[in-house]
């Protein structure tokens, strides 16, 4: 059976109704029979069966054993945190989402836990810089938003010869192109407020264990820290992912037609997207994705924020907007966006230029794409009105 039938029909059907859609458990507490007997559930923030159903569906499609679903993609990774103690390390990619570069470095490091940043494009770099405090590895690969692709078998490897866990963000492939726990991570984090939701309608995260172990230690973190998914967003999540297979599947190839477009324009720099054969690592990310995701970014050759701006501030189809994943494409400036929450150093050396621009290409046809990208490219030179209102 395919992934995208065994998805669909991962989705359960009420027993009590026949209702085919999961029903949505609108409720705070369970009446108890007598103390502590119950049918499963006694109150909402430590389980609620609309956000058992999506963690189901979910640990599954990752092919994982437990699953949790919280408030944000944040939250699922600050839970993933709190499983280390005062002293230990984490040891995470360079080109990291600015929200955990930020929960890193001004939270948790005042409780005492340390990140190391590096390169994990290169396995070596990985090698030289793990060590005895090292309790966590981790990765996102593709990275936002240079499209940074790591092996994920190989880091795994390192990471239990060192007995750390791994984790991977697999937020931007998706488990539509990528399976981490199938290629020896332990820890998966989603924000579902992206590909898995789909629609940009919410805010959600996910935490997905490849034993049951984690599991339990990260519903406990979860019930006794609280950020859990309302039931209601629960169900929108399960609504997204029906569909999952179907968007991310087309969303990769209007992304590959737009990457590919790019490529030849006068103007670019260089495009980033792990599917062109002269992307960094694009070897890898055929051997361990099985698409190339629906994210997109470029550098012009005129690197200034002014050159940037005069673009997104110029296309009409793509919208200027932080986040991705949805139907309608967007786009952002991440150097004055996403990113500004790094320090200018870390960042240039990150490879976020002032021209970087990130694409999330939605589901438009890819030629209404391809032809707003080129008349916005068309404006680079031009003092646009509308950068007044933008600054
Ligand atoms: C958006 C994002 C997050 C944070 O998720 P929220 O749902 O916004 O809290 C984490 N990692 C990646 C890669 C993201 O794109």
């Known amino acids: 059976m395919s992934n995208a039938t065994k998805l669909i029909h991962s989705i359960p059907v009420d027993p009590l109704t026949g209702s085919i859609s999961v029903p949505i458990y609108q409720t705070s507490t369970f009446i108890q029979e007598a103390p502590g007997q119950n049918k499963g559930y006694d ?3 430590s389980d ?4 058992a159903a999506l963690e189901k569906i979910i640990a599954e499609l990752e092919h994982g054993v437990a699953a ?3 408030a944000s993609g944040l939250a699922a990774i600050d839970a993933v945190v709190k499983l280390l103690e005062s002293g230990d390390e984490i040891l995470a990619v360079d080109d990291i989402y600015g929200g955990a570069f930020r929960l890193f470095t001004h939270i948790y490091a005042k409780f005492g ?3 190391k940043y590096v390169d994990t494009t290169d396995v070596v770099n990985v090698l030289d810089a793990i060590n005895s405090k090292t309790k966590l590895v981790w990765l996102e690969t593709p990275t936002n938003p240079t499209l940074k692709i790591s092996d994920i078998a190989a880091i795994a490897g390192i990471a239990k010869q060192n007995g750390a866990l791994l984790c991977v963000d697999n937020t931007f492939a998706s488990p539509a ?3 981490p726990i199938l290629l020896g991570a332990d820890i998966i984090v989603h924000s579902a407020t992206k590909y898995l939701g789909g629609h940009s309608d ?4 996910l935490v997905v264990t490849k034993t049951k172990e984690l599991g339990d230690k ?3 973190i979860q019930n006794a820290s609280g950020a859990v998914l309302s039931p209601y967003d629960s169900w929108l999540v399960i609504r997204g992912v029906e569909t999952l297979y179907l968007r991310v599947k087309e969303h990769s190839r209007n992304a590959q037609i737009v990457a590919e477009y790019l490529q030849t324009h006068p103007a670019i720099d260089k495009v980033y997207y792990p599917g062109l054969t002269t992307h960094i690592n694009h070897d890898i990310a055929a051997k361990q994705q099985s698409g190339f995701g629906g994210i997109v970014s470029f550098t012009l050759k005129e690197d200034t924020e002014l050159a940037a701006k005069n673009v997104v501030c110029n296309t009409k189809l793509f919208k200027l907007a932080e986040s991705l994943g949805g139907v309608k494409s967007l786009l952002c400036h991440p150097a004055t966006m996403t990113h500004k929450s790094i320090p200018v150093e870390k960042r240039l ?3 976020v230029k002032d021209s970087l621009i990130r694409l999330s290409v939605g589901l438009e046809d890819a030629n209404d794409l391809v032809k707003d990208i080129s008349q916005a490219l068309g404006k680079i030179n031009s003092v646009a009105e509308k950068i007044a209102a933008f600054q």
């Open 43 to 45: 109150y909402a923030r």
């Open 48 to 51: 609620n069966p609309t956000r």
């Open 68 to 70: 949790s679903a919280f």
């Open 113 to 115: 836990i340390k990140v």
């Open 177 to 179: 192109l990528q399976q």
């Open 202 to 205: 919410l805010i959600a995260g």
């Open 218 to 220: 990260i519903k406990f």
């Open 349 to 351: 050396a990150a490879g």
